[in-house]
Nanobody
């Protein structure tokens, strides 16, 4: 069973930065595609960024130019660097791992952008 643990969320002022981490258990992280999603209150969960096992990335339009997804297979960890944060980025952020035909989700980490 794969477990994902997100960390790095918190309260930040507009224009600030945060780096989220997603640590995966097990030894199959390197085989997985990984994505970050977010869900604001009353809204659906939307994909923010995705990185394949080979390192190909894609981003939601709202994240392009501000967010960077990356991974460190040696540490079984994925990251989301978020810069130039805006109040509309406020949400619970979830990481998802896609591997061997299954999806695994973390518990989420709250990001609040407010002055």
């Amino acid at each position: 069973q794969v477990q994902l643990v997100e960390s790095g969320g918190g309260l930040v002022q507009p224009g600030g930065s945060l780096r989220l981490s997603c640590a995966a258990s097990g030894s199959i992280f390197r085989l997985s595609h990984m994505a970050w999603y977010r869900q604001a209150p009353g809204k659906q969960r939307d994909m923010v960024a995705r990185i394949t096992s080979g390192g190909t990335t894609n981003y939601a339009d709202s994240a392009k130019g501000r967010f960077t997804i990356s991974r460190d297979n040696a540490k079984n960890t994925g990251y989301l660097q978020m810069n130039s944060l805006k109040p509309e980025d406020t949400a619970v952020y979830y990481c998802k791992m896609e591997v061997l035909g299954r999806d695994y989700w973390g518990q989420g980490t709250q990001v609040t952008v407010s002055s």
